[in-house]
Each structure stands twice: as structure tokens, then as C-alpha cells.
């Protein structure tokens, strides 16, 4: 007679401290526990800054504000909220931007379920009864069925690898822990190493105060104009009678902004055109310069060529000197193959007596001194450090966070050669885990992404609640099968050739060096992205395995 081994039963929901846990307060957390709270679940937000906001609590930088329009930004769930909310800017501002997150979870009264100060250390999956148990840097351990990890895609700084960094005696910080009292810098001379994103919507606001700006710059960046305005009550009104439009829009586009692709060949139509439609979009606003041309830009080297260089001649014409121009103008990469940062009178600002750019392709940094950086040709004294050096993209948060899920396998060490996900939401192994959202997934217009995955976790955890299922996981065939098409598009699409955060280049971080691709993002665009979430749902789960 053969012996029945019956597993152990899992945890009842009454022996939980919560039913669900979720991790971070930003965008996604907020919307997150809005639907948790909405089925009447026992569930909880840990955030571990201070307040709720994520990055727009922390990055308080010059500048730092929306590069999508703002209206399209915003929650779309509430009809109350579209009616209420005004977007002032049609680009809006941090402290615009916190303020609405702070209406969102006053209006719906979300607070009430949140925790701040909230540092979680660790999350161990117990398999025999079907739950996580995370334990915070207080000292304190909770127990949860369900966690949902909405960590944010930039949440985790990088400084330089610099020799010396820790002997300068000036003030230093990175753009995201700016500090959240003013920064008086007048009369200071004030250097910022990095030209990326962030650093371009800082120089200009630094230069206007600053005795002195010294940009030392690794390598350019492609830019564009931002062209920003202030929405009044009549064009505000406008827009929220046409908020279904708006929304219906952005979901068609691959990018999940109201700007989407020409439907003309590149090849089909003359220069002539080409540089008219060109014109006109560089003159618009928002991404309309990145995402309002042709599908060639991405994928062909001649069609991105000659893009690139118009791009290059409308910036020399902004910049009073020549050779300057040229330091300014990538030649590693053509315009549009990575995200585009969109700038206020960037290009403009080097025409300015107070700022320097220092070029450290020709004359690198040797060590950062006690009172500044030396070069191979030169030694600078600052009074502040700005290291806009980047962040450890897509998965630096997960890596804060010792995750053991079946088996005691480390997420960190699954994803030592990069993320490998199921929709960017699922993680084989690490089950009842839910990313909102998480690398590979379709990282178009965050809130749109964030929707997107947000609408897919939560009736995937209602599926098997009502089916009796504790435990949920994604199956190995189908996370390979996700992981082989995102590495596809990668394949069809110029990105592959960048060094960018996409790719998972970072040169402040080992292993993330150019040439060792992470395949931190699905390129199919947010339209195949919903279709292949909603199949999948349609059918009943099936790329998922149920206890």
C-alpha cells in the first residue's frame, strides 16, 4: 500500500498581518492600493521615503518636471478626478505633480493605508504555506499572501566611479537626493558631471543662479524643445471634454502618448517633404520630434542618418560657437534610438558667459580632489558637486531587496545577466510576486504602463481567490517564450546598437558595461503589449500555473 503524503495546508487569511502588501507610493503603488481597497482587501503601501510620491517626492532638482503632456499623465479610473484636476502647465512641474498624487490619495483617502518610512530589507517565499514574509529595516516582519512590487523603473541612484570621490569637502549630491530645502547657489561655482536627461532640465535653471556653471560632460546627448506652455481655464475645460479621446489616442500609439507614428514609408515621399514634416514637429511640443515620424527612424541606419543630421543642423544654430556646436552633437549614436530628452533653452544656455562646458572625451577626470576634479590638463575648484550620473535602471530596486522565492533562489542571482520576466508582471519562481510594473514590460507613458499592468495583476489575484488557488506562479516555458520576444524586438530595432539605460548600460556599475545588453524593456509598443495581456486573460491565464 503506498503512503499519501499530503502537503501542508496553506496559511489561513486570518493568520496574515495582511492579505496583500505593496511596495512603494508612487504612481503605481497609489493606483494599486486604490483597486486592493476597492475588493475590500486587507492590504497595506510600504514606502520608505518619508511621503508618499515616489520619484516626485524625491527628485526636487532645478527643472525637473514632465517630458508627456500632463493631461496624459494623469490617472484616467476617475471621472471625478479628470473633472476636478487642472493641469496648470502642459508640461507640469515636481511640485505641481506631488501636489496632484497628494489630491489623489486625499480624495480617495488611500493614506489610511499606507506606511512611511518604510524600508523593506528582505521578502522570503514559504512554499508550504503560500506566503511571503518581508521583513523592514525597523525591525519588524509581515506576513502576506500577495506583494506587489512598485519599486519604479529610476529609483536607485548611481554615483560616478570616480577615485577620490569621498575625499571632496564640498557640498555633493545626486539629482535625486537633492535636497528638499532650498539650494542657494548664488555667487557659487557649481560643476554637474552628466549630460543625460536629468542633467539637461538642470543646467539651464542652475546657470540663471550660479556664479559659475562647469559642465563636464562624458558624453552629448541628443535633445530637443520641450516648448511648454500654461493651460488656462478654456483650454483646460477643452481638455477634459476630451479626455476619451485623449486616453483612446494614446492607447493606439506605440509610445502611449498622444504623439504617434506617420504611416508613410521614409522612402515614399521627397526630401522636401520629409524636412517640412520635420520642421514642423521640431517646432511643436513634446515627443511629436521623436515619435511623430517614420517607422525607419528606429530600424534603418540610412533613414536614422539623415534624421540625426538635421537634428545636428538645428542644433548648431543654437549655439554661438562653431566648435562648441560640434562637442555637443553625438556621433555614437543617432538621434531617436534611445528616449529623447526634451529641454527649455539647454542648447542656449552654453551661449552664456558663466557656464563652461568641460569635455572629458578629450581631458578625463583623474581623481575628484578635496576641492574639486582634476583633468588630464587642468585642475577645478568647486563649491558644489551635482553627480547627474544616472540610476541603476529596471532592476537596482529589486537588487535592494534580498527577494528568495522557491527554493531559496535569489531574484538577484536569476537576474545576474538581466531580467528574465513573464509580461514584466510575473517572475517564474517567486510566485504570488507581481511587478506594477517591472522590467520587460512595455515601457511606454508611465501611468499608461502602469494602468496597463495595474489591470492585469489585480484580476489575475481576484482569478485565483475565487478559484481557491493561494499560490499562482508564471510557468518556465512561458517566461522563455516572453523573454525570446522581447530580446525580437530588441533584434528589429537601433536601440540594440546604444548605450543606454534600456540596454542596461551604465558605466557606474559593473557588468552593466556597453556590449553586455540587459533586455530591460519590451520594444512591441503598448498596443501589442495590451492585446497580448488581454489574450492571456481572455484565456484563462494559460502561460500561468495555478496551485
Not at 71 to 91: A, I, M
Request: with cysteine.
Amino acid at each position: 500500500m503506498t503512503d499519501v503524503i499530503h502537503a501542508p495546508a496553506p496559511a489561513p487569511v486570518e493568520d496574515l498581518d495582511y492579505e496583500a502588501i505593496i511596495i512603494g507610493a508612487g504612481v503605481a503603488g497609489i493606483y494599486q492600493i486604490k483597486r486592493l481597497t476597492d475588493l475590500g482587501m486587507n492590504a497595506t503601501v510600504l514606502e520608505s521615503s518619508a511621503d508618499l510620491g515616489g520619484t516626485w517626492w524625491n527628485n526636487r532638482y532645478p527643472g525637473a518636471r514632465f517630458d508627456s503632456e500632463s493631461y496624459t499623465y494623469g490617472y484616467s479610473w476617475s471621472q471625478e478626478l479628470l473633472d476636478e484636476w487642472h493641469w496648470t502647465e502642459r508640461f507640469s512641474p515636481q511640485p505641481e505633480t506631488l501636489k496632484y498624487l497628494n489630491f489623489v490619495a486625499e480624495k480617495f483617502d488611500l493614506r489610511q493605508y499606507m506606511q512611511f518610512g518604510c524600508r523593506v530589507d528582505s521578502m522570503r517565499w514559504d512554499d508550504d504555506a503560500h506566503t511571503w514574509t518581508l521583513q523592514l529595516g525597523d525591525g519588524r516582519t509581515m506576513v502576506t499572501r500577495f506583494v506587489y512590487t512598485a519599486f519604479g523603473l529610476l529609483s536607485v541612484p548611481t554615483l560616478p566611479r570616480i577615485e577620490g570621490i569621498d575625499d571632496y569637502e564640498g557640498q555633493a549630491w545626486h539629482p535625486h537626493d537633492w535636497p528638499h530645502e532650498p539650494v542657494d547657489l548664488t555667487g557659487k561655482r557649481v560643476a554637474i558631471i552628466g549630460t543625460g536627461a536629468t542633467a539637461i532640465q538642470i543646467i539651464p535653471e542652475v546657470a540663471k543662479e550660479a556664479e559659475h556653471l562647469y559642465v563636464l560632460q562624458r558624453r552629448p546627448n541628443w535633445a530637443a524643445p520641450l516648448h511648454n506652455s500654461v493651460i488656462d481655464e478654456e483650454e483646460m475645460a477643452d481638455i477634459r471634454r476630451r479626455y476619451d479621446e485623449i486616453f483612446a489616442r494614446c492607447a493606439q500609439t506605440p509610445g502611449g502618448f498622444e504623439h504617434g507614428p506617420d504611416d508613410r514609408s521614409f522612402w515614399e515621399v521627397t526630401k522636401e517633404e520629409r524636412l517640412e514634416l520635420w520642421d514642423r514637429l521640431y517646432e511643436g511640443s513634446g515627443f511629436g520630434i521623436w515619435l511623430s515620424h517614420f517607422r525607419e527612424i528606429f530600424m534603418e541606419e540610412r533613414a536614422n542618418a539623415e534624421f540625426s543630421e538635421y537634428i545636428a543642423q538645428r542644433t548648431r544654430e543654437r549655439i554661438d560657437d562653431p566648435e562648441l556646436a560640434e562637442k555637443l552633437i553625438p556621433t555614437d549614436h543617432g538621434f531617436g534610438i534611445q528616449r529623447v530628452p526634451l529641454e527649455t533653452n539647454y542648447f542656449e544656455t552654453y551661449n552664456r558667459d558663466n557656464v563652461t562646458l568641460v569635455d572629458l572625451a578629450e581631458a578625463p577626470i583623474e581623481r575628484i580632489t578635496k576641492t574639486g576634479v582634476k583633468t588630464t590638463d587642468a585642475e577645478y575648484d568647486f563649491d558644489i558637486m551635482i553627480y547627474s550620473t544616472g540610476f541603476d535602471a529596471f532592476t537596482g530596486a529589486y537588487d535592494q531587496v534580498d527577494i528568495q522565492g522557491v527554493d531559496g533562489q535569489r531574484l538577484a542571482n536569476k537576474w545576474n545577466d538581466g531580467p528574465v520576466t513573464l509580461y514584466g508582471i510575473l517572475v517564474h519562481g517567486f510566485p504570488n510576486m507581481m511587478m506594477v510594473p517591472g522590467p520587460q514590460s512595455a515601457v511606454v507613458n508611465f501611468p499608461r504602463t502602469v494602468e496597463t499592468t495595474v489591470d492585469w495583476a489585480t484580476p489575475l489575484m481576484e482569478h485565483a481567490r475565487a478559484n481557491g488557488h493561494t499560490k499562482f506562479d508564471a510557468s518556465a516555458a512561458a517566461e522563455q517564450e516572453w523573454f525570446d520576444e522581447c530580446v525580437g524586438w530588441y533584434d528589429r530595432m537601433l536601440i540594440k546598437n546604444s548605450q543606454h539605460w534600456m540596454t542596461g548600460y551604465n558605466s557606474n556599475l559593473p557588468g552593466h558595461e556597453f556590449g553586455n545588453t540587459r533586455y530591460n524593456v519590451y520594444n512591441g509598443g503598448g498596443p501589442r503589449y495590451q492585446r497580448l495581456l488581454d489574450a492571456a486573460a481572455a484565456e484563462g491565464y494559460p502561460s500561468v500555473d495555478f496551485d
